[in-house]
Each structure stands twice: as C-alpha cells, then as structure tokens.
C-alpha cells in the first residue's frame, strides 16, 4: 500500500472540482473519497443531517473490503463495484486504485445508470490527480515540530 | 498511513485496539465515549453480533489537539479478537498508523495473549510492516480480577522485543489507565509523524513554500483539550 500524498491547497481543490462535478451530472447526492482503510481524503455535496462522513467511510472501507475478500475467494481480484440498494438512498462504490475507493451515495431523483456512467469518469479522473500527486510530491515545510508538539501539553485528550 | 490535508487543514490518524477475545478492546473505546465532550467525537459504531461479540469492528472518530493550525483526528477502531475472525483483523490493520495491544491479565488468558500478540505480528507482516515501523503501546486489561499475573510477568512476555515500549496496568470497565493508555499512543503518533516531516524537510533542504505560508498564517493557535 502507498503512503497518501499530502494534499495541498491545490489537490484538495483539483479533488473537490472532480468531486463537484460529478455530483452535478450524476445528480446524486453526496460522494467521499476514502483510502481502503477507511480515512477519509475529500467529500463534497450534502450528507444527511446526523451522518458523520468519517464513518459511513469507515463503514463502506470494511464493506468493500469484505466485499474484495468475497471476490477472492471465487477467482476474481476484486469487483470493481459494490452497490447497496435501499427504499429511498443507494450507495455505489468504487474502486479508483489500489489504495483508494470512491463512495456514493444518491436518492430516486436519479438513476444507478447514470451515477454508474458518470462515476466511472469519475473514478478516471481521480486516479489521474492521484497518480500525479504521487509521482510529484509537493515539498513541504513541516507542519510542526517536537517543540510544537511539546508545547500542546502532554495531554492529546484531555 | 496518516492523511495531511491542508484545505482542511486536519491531519488523520488510525489506532487499531487490539488483543486476544473478551479483553476489553471495546471496553476501552465505550468508555473513552463516555468520556470525551461531544463536539469532539463523533458516534461509537459497534458492528457486533446478537451477544455483543465485536463481528467486524468498532469505530470511534475523534478530534483532538490543535497544533500549529493543524486539526489533529483520531479514528479508534478495534478488531475482532475471537481466533476465526483473522481476515477480518487484516482488513481493519490496512492502513493502520499505531497499536494498543490490549492483554488480559488473568493467568489463564497469557497463552492467548501471546497467540493474539504474534497474530499482530503476522498481520503486519502481511502489510509489509513491522512493530518496529508502527508505534504501539501494552496496556494490561483487567487488574481489578482476583487471579490476574503481575505486571511483572506480563512485561516478560510481551514487552521483551530489542525497544521496550510504554505499558499500563487498566481496569477499563472503570476507566484507570484507560487516558493514559490513549494520551500515551496519540503522542508517540504524532512525535513520529513531526520528526518523520521534519526528516523529509532536511532531506529536501527546506524548499518548500506551501507549509511556510500556512503556518504564518495560523500560528499560535492554542491547543484545545476536548476531554468534559
């Protein structure tokens, strides 16, 4: 697995426009990227009130992970795609790379055709801002040192 | 594999509870729910089974300190600790930034300790990582049973690598040692991820110019503690 390149100002947004335009052609709802160990890298659009995006990708990371494991198991590396169907919200998932997966979610305002069409442009696109930040780190200052750190206390939580 | 992310200017880590079955792994995490302020957690997700087993995992997100403008996350998962579930424990490894390894004291759980504690190992090994790239603490489970080994013993057998790392005597249903065993891996965390930057900026000769810029921009932002 490889490290996840820092997002600086410039990625973050070259990810959230992927992120927006996808949403407004595929007319789903909301969409997160999130590394296959569930931490979240980039979400745009409107999560439902009392979601907490830091866990519905922890949960879809252990879902599409069980899902590769299923795969697996009868000969195939993995499915490209998972999709859960509900009465009123659907999720697809895909995968962008190795490391990371693509997580939407949408209502009956629109259609899995159409999130499946444009997701995978999506996922294309996303890949190839991956690929590039990773093969040109940006160069960064650290964030902060052993002495920032020191002087937060010895205390994380509390 | 921590996340930096300077448009929300947070940085994420990922600590994996582990141990052998019914050591408290989510005793920890419940407790530590009960504990932190509620704008500072988000809800504690238990995948179980009907009797409270830990099927998949646990999930517990966390916003800690600021440093330096930096938002700092926590995401506390804990792995099933019952010996079938080893594929599912790989999966919640993936991507892991630090380890608790929860022990249960009681002498006759120490086989399991040990079994659980090379399961670990092996795991990792999988990843193509080791404990000595992953920081992790030893936090012996517990301590309130009648017929629980001393510390003594449990640093024996599983506090014996070539670097010895921090340990803490818990009780976790009540909450001894519980902070200590979290404030303790929180920090190893975020010590190794500022020398780890620090390396790279040496390595680089300081030619950056984004984190310059940030850090003019929000220094001295104090650190907040999020704990009632």
């Not at chain 1, 959230?16 to 595929?26: I, Q, R, V």
Request: net charge neutral; glycine share 6%; with cysteine.
């Amino acid at each position: 697995m490889q490290a996840m390149p820092i997002l600086t100002l410039q990625a973050a947004g070259d990810l959230l426009k992927a992120l927006e335009d996808f949403l407004e052609k595929s007319e789903a709802n909301f969409c997160l990227i999130i590394d296959r160990g569930g931490n979240l890298i980039s979400q745009q659009g409107q999560i439902p009130e009392g979601a907490d995006a830091s866990i519905v990708g922890a949960l879809a990371a252990g879902s599409f992970a069980a899902t590769r494991e299923l795969a697996l198991r009868i000969g195939e590396p993995e499915f490209s795609a998972l999709f859960q169907q509900g009465a009123n919200f659907s999720i697809l998932i895909n995968a962008v790379d190795e490391d990371v997966i693509l997580v939407t979610a949408f209502t009956t305002q629109t259609t899995v055709g159409l999130v499946r069409f444009y997701s995978a442009r999506a996922v294309k696109r996303i890949a190839n801002l991956l690929a590039d930040l990773r093969a040109n780190p940006p160069e960064v200052e650290p964030l902060f040192t052993e002495r920032d750190l020191a002087s937060a206390g010895n205390r994380i939580f509390g | 594999m921590s996340i930096i992310n300077y448009a929300n200017k947070e940085i994420q880590f990922k600590i994996v509870f582990y141990g052998p079955a019914l050591c408290g792994k989510t005793t920890n995490l419940a407790y530590i729910h009960t504990q932190v302020h509620d704008t500072h957690k988000g809800e504690l997700v238990s995948l179980a089974t009907a009797a409270d087993r830990t099927l998949f995992f646990d999930f517990l997100p966390l916003n800690a300190v600021v440093i330096q403008g930096f938002k700092t996350k926590f995401q506390l998962y804990t792995v099933p600790g019952q010996v079938l579930y080893n594929a599912t424990r790989q999966l919640v490894l993936r991507s892991v930034d630090g380890v608790v390894f929860v022990a249960d004291s009681q002498w006759e759980k120490m086989e399991e300790n040990i079994e659980s504690f090379q399961n670990l190992q092996d795991n990792l090994a999988r990843q193509g990582t080791t404990l000595d790239h992953v920081p992790y603490v030893l936090q012996y489970n517990k301590r309130d049973m009648p017929n629980v080994a001393p510390a003594h013993y449990l640093e024996f057998i599983l506090n014996n690598r070539k670097t010895r790392v921090p340990s803490f005597e818990a009780v976790a249903t009540s909450g001894q040692g519980v902070f200590n065993t979290l404030n303790t891996i929180s920090r190893l965390l975020l010590r190794k991820f500022a020398r780890e930057m620090e390396q790279q900026a040496a390595n680089k000769g300081h030619r950056g110019t984004e984190s310059a810029s940030a850090r003019t921009a929000l220094s001295g932002i104090a650190a907040a503690t999020i704990r009632r």
